[in-house]
């Protein structure tokens, strides 16, 4: 059985750039959260997706955008870096939309 | 306002003693679910411990256990027998409305 995988592990990227973070769910997961960690601070829930469909946002503007593919995959879209987007990103997998979470190591996002 | 606050930044503990970490939260439903999760020095992280809280029974895993106190809104977390292993953050995370939110964290450093 896979685990939770994202990618890249590393990215930089100038203000005002946008970028793009790819997640690979667990086997057997329909449902992905994505979570955006800054340093030294709990996890802020971003959004999730069930099936393919947007199911629940935290308090992030429109910039922040995400897709989930037919194999539950997904991924998360930033346009528009702004420093604080600065952070390690989170992406955790589960078999319906409250159970438990099996995360990802996470990409950690520089802006400059 | 749905919030999770983690009184304590950080906490020690003798190796082979327990430990007591806080949790409060707010909400005005009846029907959520609660988690205790760790995360490792650079390693991802892992659920320890579910609570639905329609529940009155304690959540009990193996060494892990919880004190929920659903009119007060608090879910500690009890480690007994705490060992090296169980040094990482600790959070404190709450989901309900399909919106997950989580504490800022408790720092655990266990001593030999």
């Known amino acids: 059985e896979t685990g939770v995988t994202q990618s890249p592990t590393h990215l930089i990227k100038t203000r005002g750039q946008q970028v793009t973070l790819r997640c690979s769910s667990q086997s057997g997961h329909n449902t992905v959260s994505w979570y955006q960690q800054a340093l030294g601070q709990g996890p802020q829930f971003i959004f999730q997706?069930?099936?393919?469909?947007?199911?629940g946002r935290g308090n992030f503007p429109p910039r922040f955008s995400g897709l989930q593919f037919p194999n539950y995959s997904s991924e998360l879209n930033v346009n528009a870096l702004e420093l604080d987007d600065s952070a390690l990103y989170l992406c955790a997998s589960s078999s319906d939309s409250y159970n438990e979470q099996f995360f990802g190591p996470g990409t950690r996002l520089t802006v400059l | 306002a749905q919030t999770v606050t983690q009184s304590q930044p950080e906490m020690s503990v003798q190796e082979a003693e327990t430990v007591t970490l806080s949790c409060t939260y707010d909400?005005?439903?009846?029907?959520?679910?609660l988690f205790w999760y760790k995360q490792p020095p650079s390693r991802q992280m892992i659920l320890v411990i579910r609570q639905e809280a329609y529940k009155q029974q304690n959540a009990t895993e193996n060494r892990f256990s919880v004190n929920f106190q659903k009119a007060a809104k608090s879910f500690s977390l009890k480690i007994s027998d705490s060992q090296l292993g169980d040094a990482a953050m600790y959070f404190c995370?709450?989901?309900?409305?399909?919106?997950?939110?989580f504490g800022s964290g408790t720092k655990l450093n266990v001593k030999p």
């Open positions: 909400t005005s439903e009846s029907d959520y679910y």
């Open positions: 995370a709450k989901y309900n409305f399909n919106k997950f939110y």
């Open positions: 997706y069930y099936r393919e469909e947007e199911n």
